[in-house]
């Protein structure tokens, strides 16, 4: 018996030892429960976003508990939602009817520090970046007139991918990222929300720079960058620099230089991923701090354009520490039988949670249909363990947006586009999907 007893917990430490093993490598156990991909809740039947206007989705607390998002819908209305955790109910709210057809138009969300969120808007190399208060604070119902920003850099490329952010030991002072006229990363600033500093280029690259923002809302702006668009750079590098009383620094608290003297070149700034060096191209994704406030990037590595893989680089205090994490698949829109894919770059893509950057939410191709999965690092991003959210799809799931913001546990923790059809961003019909599980009826 006791020599049975001894063979039996050997062999179940066997299969927890496969089962774990299996997991860190990508493997999934089964669920029991799990919601069907059917299962999760529309925030919206219509609606799609870019990846380079943030934020997008943000949890906010005060009288209310609700998640408020934005995107564009395929009339090309830019809209607002609140979902309520208390009574499940959504509010959706029309800021700019037929502004464009254009998925690089979707709104950005920025609460002040009354409790009223200013949602910015523009459309893709727009004439003008836009701007709505609402009128109570933690209510999309009415909404002040709109007001245009009255500042850019010189060129002919307008306005696209608005980013705005508030730093409270700066006297609430706000700024607001876009590209700009120059077709580089710029941005104002205003004590006030009303008054605007001149605009400035934050980042001189290569002929297009991409950014992914972050801050800590206290003192710190992080940014996460390349040389410019995949398709135009060969060898498109990932970058990081960040902002902080008026000077630029890398992750390691060296001084790069004051404001002042900007814009920003790459070659001074933290290589955080060299092109050269893996033989393939990059594009970001994404960009998180961790609990120390250091930061977390997540982006794509395009050796081909029919084979991306998302990678996970964490600054751990002293190096930046750089893993593969999963392979991608192909490029996600549906070109056109006999047809060039324009945009062979377009992952489904990835990104962190903001609350915990050791989760990420990424989409990828599973027996031929993109899919939704929550992947967990304990260890910085060396081994990961994975969990599906949307399995066995009819439709593409793509795009994820993590809820800035969010408390631990809360659901929705991610939103993404759930495709019914996507050939371009200016052909395309998405819902906006979240993991809240839709109610029985």
């Known amino acids: 018996m006791a020599q049975l007893k001894k063979i039996g917990f050997i062999l179940a430490l066997v299969s927890f030892s496969l089962l774990l093993a299996g997991s860190f490598a990508g493997q999934r156990p089964a669920l029991e429960n799990k919601p069907a991909a059917a299962d999760w809740q529309d925030l919206t039947p219509d609606g799609a976003w870019c990846w380079f206007a943030d934020p997008r989705a943000v949890y906010h607390e005060g009288r209310l508990k609700r998640t408020y998002a934005g995107w564009v819908n395929s009339a090309g209305d830019i809209q607002v939602a609140a979902y309520d955790y208390r009574t499940g109910k959504i509010e959706i709210s029309t800021l700019k009817a037929k502004l464009e057809r254009d998925d690089h138009a979707n709104p950005a969300i920025l609460f002040q520090t009354d409790g009223r969120l200013r949602v910015f808007y523009a459309p893709h190399n727009g004439g003008k970046m836009a701007y709505r208060i609402s009128v109570n604070p933690e209510d999309i119902s009415s909404w ?73 809302g206290q ?86 354009e029919n084979r991306h893989f998302y990678r996970y680089a964490h ?96 659901l929705p923790s991610v939103l993404w586009m759930q495709n019914f059809q996507y050939v371009h961003y200016t052909d395309y019909r998405s819902a906006i999907k979240m993991n809240v599980v839709r109610e029985k009826k």
């Open 144 to 216: 002040a007139e709109e007001t245009t920003l009255s500042v850019n850099v010189p060129g002919s490329y307008g306005y696209t991918y608005p980013n705005p952010y508030i730093l409270r030991k700066e006297k609430n002072r706000m700024y607001l990222f876009w590209r700009g006229g120059n077709f580089q990363p710029d941005f104002a600033t205003s004590p006030d929300g009303k008054n605007w500093s001149e605009a400035r280029t934050l980042i001189k690259g290569g002929e297009r720079p991409y950014v992914k923002y972050e801050s800590d």
């Open 219 to 304: 003192d710190t702006i992080h940014f996460a960058f390349t040389d410019g668009h995949p398709r135009n750079e060969p060898f498109n590098n990932i970058y990081y620099a960040c902002y902080r009383n008026g000077v630029l620094y890398r992750a390691d608290g060296t001084q790069i230089k004051p404001m002042s003297k900007l814009p920003l070149l790459p070659s001074e700034a933290d290589k955080v991923y060299d092109a050269k060096a893996h033989n393939a191209r990059a594009w970001i994704w994404d960009i998180a701090l961790d609990a120390r406030k250091n930061p977390v990037i997540v982006y794509t590595s395009l050796p081909e």
């Open 315 to 410: 600054w751990n205090g002293k190096r930046w520490n750089d893993y593969e994490v999963a392979a991608a698949g192909p490029w996600f829109p549906k070109t056109p039988a006999g047809k060039q894919e324009p945009e062979p770059h377009y992952s489904a893509g990835i990104v962190l949670d903001h609350t915990d950057p050791s989760i990420v939410y990424l989409s990828r191709q599973v027996n031929g249909v993109f899919e939704l999965e929550r992947w967990v690092t304990p260890d910085g991003g060396k081994n990961w363990n994975s969990t599906p959210l949307t399995e066995k799809s009819a439709r593409d799931n793509v795009r994820p947006v993590a809820v800035r913001n969010q408390k631990r546990g809360q």
